[in-house]
């Protein structure tokens, strides 16, 4: 049984004629008699009585009329159920980040727009590594991916070929370890490269440790390092630092109150912090209206800027 048998059903008794009900369907009259027909052997039931003019229903009719208006009613509240849903699925932009993005920066981002973009966290992308999130991008299983990335060159990183992005901030990984007693780091990268430290490092593909092994490789001196664990998300490395098992580099914006407690502390002075940028990359050729209106409302990177630095505790 199909649903347009039901309306051709309704038509007929509203109007009491075969011909008018078939012209109102847009259907030859031979075809409208036959679906009705088939809907009569489909119930089982003589639904109409033919032999009135103008034509009646008959009991059965009558009481199928009612399911009949019933069915249509709901079948046709819920298309445009679906299709306001659809409508509200298309204005959102679904947005790709890792975990500590989407806890210590998106928030707060958003929070400065007068009318916020209509993102919604795409949660599968926290367990992603590197070349995940822009293959995603590629597939078009998200419209933004918001990640860290080196400022200057860095070899290993993911291609960005047909990409565009816009840079939101800054932030920088601090090296961390738990305190002593007497507050010095118990893993100290002033060591000198004659000691092994013990690390509780990212993950090899992602871009956070790509940029760490960048910035590393430039530094004289840089100790010998033991991985103890890797890890996709700075909140388990966070978690292990705290711990006391190894020293680990953490976003300021993650570890910001640990290091003013003193719960942890920097193992290291300032050369030894990698700063990245926060990016947000899209497809080039996406032309989603939303999309659209979130980038033209972006700072253009062509045009000069002064970037906001994060301050440092002991900046006044």
């Known amino acids: 049984m199909e649903l347009r048998w039901l309306e051709d059903f309704i038509a007929l008794a509203r109007t009491q004629h075969f011909s008018r009900a078939a012209e109102e369907q847009n259907v030859?009259?031979?075809?409208?008699?036959?679906?009705?027909?088939?809907?009569?052997?489909?119930?089982?039931?003589?639904?109409i009585n033919r032999q009135t003019l103008p034509l009646s229903l008959t009991p059965a009719g009558e009481e199928f009329l009612g399911l009949c208006q019933?069915?249509?009613?709901?079948?046709?509240?819920?298309?445009?159920?679906?299709?306001?849903?659809?409508?509200?699925?298309?204005?959102?932009?679904?947005?790709?980040?890792?975990?500590?993005?989407?806890?210590?920066?998106?928030?707060?981002?958003?929070?400065?727009?007068?009318?916020?973009?209509?993102?919604?966290?795409?949660?599968?992308?926290?367990?992603?590594l590197a070349g995940d999130f822009f293959e995603a991008l590629a597939r078009d299983e998200c419209d933004l991916v918001l990640c860290y990335w080196p400022p200057g060159a860095c070899p290993q990183m993911p291609e960005t070929e047909g990409l565009v992005h816009r840079c939101l901030g800054s932030e920088r990984m601090i090296p961390t370890s738990l305190p002593e007693a007497d507050g010095r780091p118990r893993f100290s990268l002033e060591a000198g490269a004659r000691f092994t430290l013990p690390l509780i490092a990212y993950h090899p593909r992602g871009l956070i440790d790509l940029a760490l092994r960048s910035h590393l490789d430039a530094l004289p001196g840089a100790p010998r390092f033991r991985v103890l664990h890797e890890s996709i998300q700075s909140g388990n490395i966070r978690e292990l630092v705290g711990l006391g098992y190894g020293l680990g580099w953490l976003p300021e914006r993650t570890v910001r109150g640990d290091l003013a407690t003193g719960r942890l502390v920097r193992a290291g002075d300032a050369r030894w912090e990698v700063p990245l940028?926060?990016?947000?990359?899209?497809?080039?050729?996406?032309?989603?209206?939303?999309?659209?209106?979130?980038?033209?409302?972006l700072p253009d990177p062509a045009a000069p800027r002064r970037p906001t630095p994060i301050p440092s505790p002991e900046s006044p």
């Open 277 to 297: 940028e926060i990016r947000l990359y899209r497809r080039r050729d996406r032309g989603q209206p939303a999309l659209e209106a979130l980038w033209e409302a």
């Open 70 to 128: 019933e069915v249509t009613r709901r079948v046709a509240a819920t298309r445009q159920r679906l299709a306001h849903l659809a409508e509200e699925q298309a204005g959102q932009l679904r947005l790709a980040a890792p975990q500590s993005l989407l806890a210590h920066f998106l928030p707060e981002w958003l929070a400065n727009w007068a009318s916020p973009p209509p993102l919604t966290p795409y949660l599968r992308a926290t367990g992603w």
């Open 28 to 47: 030859t009259q031979p075809t409208f008699s036959r679906r009705i027909k088939l809907l009569e052997e489909e119930m089982g039931a003589t639904l």
